[in-house]
């Protein structure tokens, strides 16, 4: 493919891609805001690593659930340092929201009664069968593995091993 082709996914200096930016049949949807816009994958490089955890657990939740999972912050392109967190730099860092009940692709935080926490640790398992997943940050409460952490009760993050 040439270089100003416009299928070619978005490629950063690490040559990391963006996240493909969910065709319908893909399991996933992206959500996310930068500097008060919607990022638009500005916000989903992603390491090859993690590249594959996404689109293998996404293949694996659409085998087994109709609802799309909401796939967050990952890194920005070149790894820069983004306002609001020192970490989500290594493209290996990722935020996943919790499934809702209603299947609505909205935020969702754990003590809300849309919060299905059976669905939100079957992903996190997902993610820990299919992916080198090395911690997983989360506040909702009864899930094994996962450990809690200020400001992680509307999104759970996972960081994988490089
Ligand atoms: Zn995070």
Redesign the pocket.
Same mark, same amino acid.
Request: glycine share 8%.
């Given at each position: 493919m040439a270089e100003d082709d416009p299928l070619r996914p978005p490629q950063d200096s690490r040559r990391f891609f963006m996240l493909p930016q969910a065709p319908m049949d893909s399991g996933y949807y992206v959500y996310g805001n930068f500097r008060g816009r919607p990022a638009k994958g500005a916000y989903q490089f992603a390491h090859p690593i993690m590249m594959t955890a996404i689109l293998r657990v996404a293949l694996e939740w659409q085998a087994i659930d109709k609802r799309r999972i909401g796939i967050g @912050?990952i890194s920005l392109a070149g790894g820069s340092r983004p306002p609001d +967190?020192d970490? *989500?730099r290594s493209g290996l860092? &990722? @935020?996943v929201r919790p499934l809702r009940k209603d299947g609505h692709e909205e935020s969702i935080r754990w003590w809300e009664p849309q919060y299905d926490k059976e669905s939100t640790a079957k992903l996190i398992e997902l993610f820990r069968t299919f992916a080198p997943v090395v911690t997983v &940050?989360f506040n909702g409460p009864d899930i094994p593995f996962v450990n809690h952490y200020a400001g992680h009760d509307d *999104?759970f +993050?996972i960081k994988l091993r490089g």
């Amino acid at each position: 493919m040439a270089e100003d082709d416009p299928l070619r996914p978005p490629q950063d200096s690490r040559r990391f891609f963006m996240l493909p930016q969910a065709p319908m049949d893909s399991g996933y949807y992206v959500y996310g805001n930068f500097r008060g816009r919607p990022a638009k994958g500005a916000y989903q490089f992603a390491h090859p690593i993690m590249m594959t955890a996404i689109l293998r657990v996404a293949l694996e939740w659409q085998a087994i659930d109709k609802r799309r999972i909401g796939i967050g @912050d990952i890194s920005l392109a070149g790894g820069s340092r983004p306002p609001d +967190h020192d970490s *989500h730099r290594s493209g290996l860092e &990722l @935020d996943v929201r919790p499934l809702r009940k209603d299947g609505h692709e909205e935020s969702i935080r754990w003590w809300e009664p849309q919060y299905d926490k059976e669905s939100t640790a079957k992903l996190i398992e997902l993610f820990r069968t299919f992916a080198p997943v090395v911690t997983v &940050l989360f506040n909702g409460p009864d899930i094994p593995f996962v450990n809690h952490y200020a400001g992680h009760d509307d *999104h759970f +993050h996972i960081k994988l091993r490089g």
